[in-house]
């Protein structure tokens, strides 16, 4: 069910949005201070290419210093902008029957994307 749920999600965008984070991720990585965060975009990319049966969870030991103080400057530069984009995007999908899992993985990612420091990618548990 995951396999048909990223495939559909590729479809209907998901590869759009994995590209823009990805772009963005190497425009992001041209210099020196914007590397961090062109990381954080590519692992966002990573997780826009399949979030069904995937999740981004905190890394052992996290949140620390350095991902709070990291997340407060990814918020203050404006990357909000991006979970507001998720937001508009899931209402969309949730105005249809068939879209609303597609709408709540928009909701899921608009939360991820506000404070990406600290986290992993990993396989959903069953």
């Known amino acids: 069910m995951n ?3 990223n495939l559909l999600w590729l479809l209907l965008g998901g590869i759009l949005v994995a590209i823009i984070y990805f772009i963005v991720g190497l425009l992001m990585c041209i210099t020196i201070i914007g590397i961090p965060f062109g990381i954080q975009l590519f692992k966002l990319g990573g997780y ?12 052992p030991g996290e949140p620390g210093c350095v991902s709070i103080v990291m997340n407060l400057i990814w918020i203050l530069l404006g990357w909000w902008e991006i979970a507001i984009i998720h937001l508009v995007f899931g209402l969309i999908f949730c105005l249809t029957f068939v879209g609303i899992p597609f709408g709540i993985q928009h909701f899921r990612m608009g939360i991820q994307s506000i404070f990406p ?3 992993e990618v990993r396989a959903k548990r069953s």
Do not use: I, M, Q
């Open 48 to 59: 826009a290419l399949s979030p069904f049966g995937h999740e981004l969870v905190d890394r």
């Open 3 to 5: 396999t048909l749920g």
């Open 117 to 119: 420091f600290g986290k």
